[in-house]
């Protein structure tokens, strides 16, 4: 286990000559000169200094980072952390991607485990998170589910300190308000200290979309043209409550809570029209989408913290989660000619219920060894519906669904590890974890799907600080690493598209997949400068076998997408990144913080022909660049972020292949302090609003088809009043 340098403690001894026995030979009348106390201070290491320490290659990301921008959602967090990126337009699909792979390649962990089933980070506001840890290589104590690396998202902590905060912020993208507003209470009562953080979120939203198909036939010869247009307009709300305690019961036990409740509403209307150029019309040239969901997500987790003597510890953990999501649709479609054709209403269910089990033991008996064994299990249970019904008014074939699954995932790890520091200026952090699976579904249309697996991973990171400076210093990882597929990719259960072609076609899940393997190598430099900030450079390389990719088949004429394991693939990348104050270089510059990181990723699928055999639409190319500037003589802060990753073209599978347009953004803040408690920041989020491109290609014997959608983006301006009561 990795941890971070204790908290430096400034203690000051009294001279003999003034302790309290002394006898003064003044007289009475002549009384001592006061006597001056002097300032003892507790500090925390700060983001640097804990990255310089940590034996694994980690960044944290701090709480002011995390709030600069006024962001509303942790997404828009995420894209501006060193080496990650978000997918979809405008960076808002969800899949964070880490070395630009993402579907599972990086790990997602909440308090450090992982994300129950059910739970979707966008429901996560900046407000409740403390910090944000980017982990690059593996641990034995975290899942070794993460090929890419690991990202930890840590909420609010628990405070010892009285704290009462306010914030009520105003927000306006493409014409559509949205309302958000923050509270916490932390205080401390005798042994028990606790952090009350309570967000509410408001939204409406509305936006268009085109996307034109267009087909050719074996010999090239165009044969379809029509251009789908997309209106999208709704609203949702979103409330999420953390609290935190901690209670110090005894002199070496310690009781803390962790919960997370958060409850979302949603509701949407989807208008799409089809105009035809060329070729048969799609059967249905016209439709009309009214969705409205609402869900409910909860996990507590309990730890009991037992110290012992010689610095040793046990730590127990026991959490349980709840998710539960509820979804009506209503969907209308009209043929060519506007005839009503179809109605259709759906309704869902989905509960998502857990427990996770915890622990590990440290008993650092060694002189310079910090050894831990523990053991990391979970259960977990969905329960899933779904009931559509059809009207057909001309009499086209109905599509009736009445289906209902059950699936459950049983995981248990048990792993070792220890931190050895080998010299002042070396150590070493070896570990081995194995971790085992099983996944059970069943439903009321499909066969009993088990699968059983477990890997091993070793584990192994070496830190090196230079001889001659306390500046620089070197690292070197080795870790088995691996990817569990998704339980929804081995339930052999048909997703339905509204119109079925080669690029628009249905899903199916594959009861044989098995997971991906992979072993990983990693290498970095870092530099650090006096007075804080540094340069680092890494480079990683990750062989993966038994790679998952979606391949297309047809059955009795419907396209059908599924996954399937197909060899090996191989990953590698070179990132670069800093952070440091421009007066380091420019003594007399004004004082700018300086920020930028750059990331480049190459990988090669062997199962498919090159060029653009890339995995998972692999990112090639992303970074940023930012500052942030005080005035002098003004209590003004301001500051502005650049962003920006590579598209280009990437083969899926034997038939398929996708294009996406190059993304950039620049966000910008003004921090005005008032007082010490109180401050206003206005925000500039997406000031480019550029464009989204996304194409598909399917080229097959008959002929080929190719969708390109166009999705616009638009500014956010927001506005947050802070108060600190």
């Known amino acids: 286990m990795y941890r971070p340098p204790r908290a430096a403690l400034a203690l000051l001894a009294l001279s003999s000559s003034l302790a309290a026995a002394q006898v003064d030979p003044r007289p009475a009348d002549n009384p001592p000169p006061p006597?001056?106390?002097?300032?003892?201070?507790?500090?925390?290491?700060?983001?640097?200094?804990?990255?310089?320490?940590?034996?694994?290659?980690?960044?944290?990301?701090?709480?002011?980072?995390?709030?600069?921008?006024?962001?509303?959602?942790?997404?828009?967090?995420?894209?501006?952390?060193?080496?990650?990126?978000?997918?979809?337009?405008?960076?808002?699909?969800?899949?964070?991607?880490?070395?630009?792979?993402?579907?599972?390649?990086?790990?997602?962990?909440?308090?450090?485990?992982?994300?129950?089933?059910?739970?979707?980070?966008?429901?996560?506001?900046?407000?409740?998170?403390?910090?944000?840890?980017?982990?690059?290589?593996?641990?034995?104590?975290?899942?070794?589910?993460?090929?890419?690396?690991?990202?930890?998202?840590v909420l609010r902590r628990a405070i010892s300190t009285r704290q009462r905060e306010v914030k009520l912020g105003f927000g306006n993208e493409n014409g559509k308000t949205s309302v958000n507003a923050t509270g916490q209470v932390s205080d401390k009562a005798g042994a028990l200290s606790y952090t009350l953080p309570l967000n509410v979120n408001s939204f409406r939203f509305q936006g268009t979309q085109r996307a034109e198909q267009l087909g050719t036939d074996s010999a090239g010869i165009p044969n379809l043209n029509y251009v789908t247009d997309q209106f999208n307009r709704g609203n949702g709300a979103n409330l999420g409550f953390s609290p935190r305690l901690n209670w110090n019961f005894a002199k070496d036990h310690t009781l803390a809570t962790e919960t997370f409740v958060q409850l979302n509403r949603f509701s949407g209307n989807f208008d799409e029209r089809s105009t035809s150029f060329l070729g048969a019309p799609p059967d249905r040239s016209a439709t009309n989408l009214d969705l409205e969901a609402k869900s409910t997500s909860a996990r507590t987790n309990f730890t009991w913290i037992r110290r012992l003597d010689n610095d040793a510890r046990i730590e127990a953990k026991l959490g349980v989660s709840y998710n539960r999501r509820v979804s009506k649709a209503i969907f209308d479609a009209y043929d060519v000619a506007d005839t009503f054709i179809l109605h259709r209403t759906i309704d869902s269910h989905a509960t998502d219920k857990g427990f996770t089990s915890s622990g590990k033991y440290l008993f650092p008996f060694i002189t310079g060894h910090a050894l831990a064994i523990g053991w990391d299990g979970a259960h977990s249970r969905r329960a899933e519906d779904r009931l559509q019904f059809d009207v057909t008014p001309t009499g086209l074939p109905q599509f009736n669904i009445d289906e209902?699954?059950?699936?459950?995932?049983?995981?248990?790890?048990?792993?070792?590890?220890?931190?050895?520091?080998?010299?002042?200026?070396?150590?070493?952090?070896?570990?081995?974890?194995?971790?085992?699976?099983?996944?059970?579904?069943?439903g009321n249309v499909i066969e009993e799907v088990h699968n059983r697996s477990s890997v091993l991973s070793p584990i192994a990171q070496a830190l090196w600080k230079l001889p001659g400076t306390d500046k620089d210093q070197v690292r070197a990882g080795l870790a088995r690493t691996y990817k569990a597929p998704n339980t929804v990719d081995l339930m052999p259960r048909r997703f339905v598209s509204n119109n079925n072609t080669a690029t628009t076609p249905d899903f199916q899940g594959n009861p044989d997949l098995r997971p991906e393997l992979a072993w990983g190598l990693d290498g970095a430099y870092e530099h650090y400068f006096t007075g804080g900030g540094v340069f680092s450079a890494s480079a990683f390389h990750r062989r993966v076998d038994s790679i998952i990719l979606r391949e297309l088949i047809v059955v009795n004429g419907t396209y059908i997408l599924r996954p399937a394991n197909k060899g090996r693939a191989t990953i590698r990348g070179i990132e670069l990144d800093t952070k440091f104050n421009a007066q380091r270089f420019f003594a007399s510059g004004p004082s700018i913080d300086l920020r930028a990181n750059l990331a480049r990723n190459w990988s090669r699928v062997d199962f498919l022909a090159p060029p653009d055999n890339r995995l998972n639409e692999q990112t090639r190319v992303s970074g940023n660049v930012g500052f942030d500037f005080r005035l002098r003589d003004t209590p003004l802060t301001t500051g502005g972020n650049f962003s920006f990753k590579t598209g280009g073209p990437v083969r899926l599978s034997l038939t398929q292949a996708s294009y996406t347009s190059a993304r950039r953004a620049v966000d910008l803040y003004a921090l005005w302090k008032f007082s010490p408690a109180t401050q206003l920041r206005v925000t500039a989020s997406n000031a480019l609003a550029q464009d989204y491109l996304r194409i598909d290609r399917y080229v097959g014997a008959n002929g080929a088809l190719q969708l390109s959608t166009v999705s616009p983006s638009f500014i956010r301006i927001g506005v947050v009043l802070e108060l600190k009561l």
Not at 56 to 72: L, P, S
Not at 82 to 99: C, E, F, K, L
Not at 410 to 439: I, K, N
């Open 35 to 153: 006597k001056k106390l002097e300032k003892i201070e507790i500090t925390a290491p700060n983001e640097v200094e804990e990255r310089r320490e940590s034996t694994a290659a980690r960044i944290v990301i701090n709480r002011d980072e995390i709030v600069r921008y006024g962001d509303t959602t942790v997404l828009d967090v995420m894209k501006r952390l060193p080496g990650v990126t978000v997918g979809g337009a405008g960076g808002r699909s969800g899949d964070i991607r880490m070395r630009g792979l993402g579907s599972g390649y990086t790990q997602i962990l909440l308090n450090g485990e992982p994300t129950p089933p059910g739970f979707s980070l966008e429901s996560i506001s900046p407000e409740l998170i403390e910090r944000i840890e980017v982990i690059r290589s593996a641990t034995a104590e975290f899942s070794t589910q993460a090929i890419a690396g690991t990202i930890n998202i």
């Open 404 to 442: 209902a699954y059950d699936a459950r995932v049983a995981r248990l790890a048990l792993f070792a590890q220890d931190e050895w520091q080998v010299t002042p200026r070396a150590s070493l952090y070896v570990g081995l974890r194995w971790e085992g699976l099983d996944t059970r579904s069943i």
